[in-house]
């Protein structure tokens, strides 16, 4: 059974930082894993990605741009996912999801198989 279990969200005040971990189980090697966030009243979208080489994909679509700031990683050894991010803004404000599946297309079409249960994240101005 798989299982995505992030942590690491919090409040902060603008400029600041927080790093997210998604602690997974049950995947078999080779899936697609990465991250969405979902600001409250607006839909859930994709972040960042990264695939079982580490080819690394950020997407070009959020507002504020998370290139630059946001950096996603991933510890094979720990079967864990980060999401570093760094000069944090309000409206970087969300709930956060770890997601996974075996085709990065699903995944990046917002609809991978697997989700985590989110973590707010809260930036204050």
């Known amino acids: 059974q798989v299982q995505l279990v992030e942590s690491g969200g919090g409040s902060v005040q603008a400029g600041g930082s927080l790093r997210l971990s998604c602690a997974a189980s049950g995947l078999t090697p080779g899936y697609y894993m990465g991250w969405f966030r979902q600001p409250l009243g607006k839909e859930r979208e994709a972040v960042a990605g990264?695939?079982?080489?580490?080819?690394?994909?950020?997407?070009?679509f959020t507002q504020p741009s998370v290139k630059g700031r946001f950096t996603i990683a991933k510890d094979n050894a720990k079967n864990t996912l980060y999401l570093q991010m760094n000069s944090l803004k309000p409206e970087d404000t969300a709930i956060y999801y770890c997601?996974?599946?075996?085709?990065?297309?699903?995944?990046?079409?917002?609809?991978?198989?697997?989700w985590g249960q989110g973590t707010q994240v809260t930036v204050s101005s």
């Open positions: 997601a996974a599946d075996p085709s990065n297309s699903q995944f990046w079409r917002g609809r991978p198989s697997y």
């Open positions: 990264i695939d079982a080489r580490g080819t690394i994909t950020y997407t070009g």
